[in-house]
């Protein structure tokens, strides 16, 4: 890895490229400072910026940098053992019962220390930046203590700093409960409001707070009570709703304004009306649907016709969808979700960016805003979804700098 220092600026005009919105056109986009200051056909440049230093994209086709919205990207070990056991028939609810599932990965997670968890997610980092990420949400949640779950933020912070990569963090204490606490959901949440999340939050590692409110997590109640401690401290929540049934969570989230609501593949009319009052985002997460071989659709139509914003992320994470190329979960969402080529881009721009209360810095090209964005060796920008397993990055501008 290159330190970041080290990436060429990307200040100056760059030429030779198509906006994917108008594909047809030359496009220019002038970076001044690390910003998009100008973008638009090129024919329509003002004189004055014909004269800075040149970028030449070579007839690559443009769009925002990808913003990969829900991650669980820092964590030890791995599942492929579990994998197998769904393959030779077990339910991912059985695998979990059988002290499998999320907990394997709490154990694996609290035996490595930082170091060994960074160099781990550092690589997996690596791929989803390859496909032109510029944004990545990392959240706890293997960790269930105080101690672990600060060291799994630590290292999404690292990562940050050390990729040059925005990166925010999510609070996900309440994502299953601890051996330790068995029988004994009141207390571990209880933990989580009133020692875990106040401690966290005043070291500045929590940007958002989450919770899993599913029959094998965490209540409706117990969600309630997260939702309270976070807006106590002044932080966003979002949401792991109506993955496996419909808990009515995604309502409750949207009481307390939540950035996003994710998974949703249960998610009632009630839910989705909720969701359109409070704007918030439909995040899709078709890697999970398709690893844990799920037919229940969620409800698309009902959310496009309803406007709500929808976004596609990876759910990167050890158990449900080891996923890590956004652009093939683009595909996925087109080819299982039904979503159109645009929704599904804006899915892992726009509205990814808006997921994470990032939408003033990421998810556009835009004058004003960091200049993060992507140069694909494609003609069109069906190819982004239509093609899968294919890296058609020819470089990223990230943060103002030419990162690939
Ligand atoms: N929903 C998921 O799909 C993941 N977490 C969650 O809340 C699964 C996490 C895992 O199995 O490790
Ligand atoms: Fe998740």
Same mark, same amino acid.
């Given at each position: 890895?290159?330190? #970041? ?63 990969? *919205? ?64 510029? /944004? ?93 401690? /976070? ?18 969570? /995604? ?9 996003? *609501? ?20 439909? #995040? ?49 969402? *087109?080819?299982?979700? *039904?979503?159109? #080529? ?63």
């Amino acid at each position: 890895m290159k330190p #970041v220092n080290e990436f060429p600026s990307a200040d100056g005009l760059w030429t030779g490229i198509r906006l994917a919105a108008d594909a047809g056109v030359e496009a220019a986009i002038v970076v001044e400072q690390g910003a998009v200051r100008w973008v638009g056909a090129r024919s329509a440049l003002p004189a004055g910026f014909a004269g800075l230093a040149p970028h030449d994209g070579g007839g690559a086709l443009v769009t925002p940098g990808l913003v990969d *919205c829900h991650t669980h990207l820092v964590y030890g070990g791995q599942r492929a053992n579990e994998f197998a056991m769904r393959l030779a028939g077990a339910t991912y609810e059985e695998v979990a019962k059988a002290g499998g599932g999320i907990v394997s990965s709490v154990r694996a997670t609290r035996e490595a220390d930082e170091d060994t968890l960074f160099a781990q997610a550092s690589a997996r980092l690596e791929q989803l930046l390859a496909d032109g990420v510029c /944004a990545i949400e990392i959240k706890s949640g293997y960790g269930l203590s105080l101690e672990h779950e600060r060291k799994q933020l630590r290292v999404a912070r690292r990562l940050g700093e050390a990729y040059g990569v925005t990166v925010r963090t999510t609070f996900l204490g309440a994502h299953a409960l601890p051996p330790e606490y068995a029988g004994r959901s009141g207390e571990y949440i209880d933990l989580v409001c009133k020692e875990m999340l106040p401690a966290l939050a005043a070291e500045g590692l929590v940007d958002a707070v989450d919770v899993f409110c599913e029959r094998i997590a965490f209540s409706l109640a117990e969600t309630e009570q997260v939702f309270k401690a /976070a807006k106590a401290l002044g932080l966003p929540v979002k949401l792991h709703a109506e993955q496996l049934s419909d808990m009515g969570g /995604a309502a409750l989230a949207a009481r307390y304004g939540a950035l996003s *609501c994710d998974h949703i593949e249960h998610l009632s009319a009630e839910g989705i009306e909720a969701m359109r009052k409070s704007g918030t985002v439909a #995040v899709l997460l078709p890697g999970a649907y398709y690893t844990l071989r799920d037919t229940h659709l969620p409800p698309i139509a009902a959310l496009r016709a309803a406007g709500v914003p929808m976004a596609v992320s990876t759910d990167h994470n050890p158990g449900t969808s080891p996923a890590l190329s956004l652009l093939l979960m683009v595909n996925m969402a *087109c080819t299982l979700f *039904c979503l159109t #080529v645009p929704e599904a881009l804006d899915g892992v721009t726009v509205h990814a960016a808006r997921a994470l209360g990032l939408q003033d810095t990421h998810g556009a090209i835009a004058p004003g805003m960091p200049a993060n964005f992507v140069l694909w060796n494609v003609r069109e920008a069906a190819e982004l979804a239509y093609w899968f397993g294919q890296q058609p990055v020819r470089a990223v501008v990230r943060q103002g700098r030419i990162a690939i």
